[in-house]
């Protein structure tokens, strides 16, 4: 059992940056791989970015590459995503999520935990 806290959100200016984190409880952390998701209402929630669980491999969406970082801390149980140079299209909920296994990480079914989301309102 994974229980997965994000953190981070808020409102910022087009052009700007901001940091997420996800806190994941358990011993086991660096046996998943993570990633991050993104829904907006009436939307599908949608892949941003995965990170193997030791974070030799990383994966990113198309209109996120170049922008966003994803990293991870397997001391801390942490997993990170650095946003930067936000476009007004970034605002979404974002979700972190845990997955056992280490293909197919573009799925939102592959990933059997998730956390609660938070808000990212990036403003023109």
């Known amino acids: 059992q994974v229980q997965l806290v994000e953190s981070g959100g808020g409102l910022v200016q087009a052009g700007g940056s901001l940091r997420l984190s996800c806190a994941a409880s358990?011993?086991?952390?660096?046996?998943?791989?993570m990633g991050w998701f993104r829904q907006v209402p009436g939307k599908e929630r949608d892949f941003v970015a995965a990170?193997?669980?030791?974070?030799?491999?990383?994966y990113y969406a198309d209109s996120v590459k170049g922008r966003f970082t994803i990293s991870r801390d397997n001391a801390k149980n942490t997993v990170y995503l650095q946003m930067n140079s936000l476009k007004p299209e970034d605002t979404a909920v974002y979700y972190c999520a845990a997955c056992s296994g280490s293909t197919y990480l573009t799925i939102p079914g592959q990933y059997a935990y998730w956390g609660q989301g938070t808000q990212v309102t990036v403003s023109s």
């Open positions: 990170i193997s669980g030791s974070g030799g491999s990383t």
């Open positions: 358990g011993r086991t952390f660096s046996s998943y791989a």
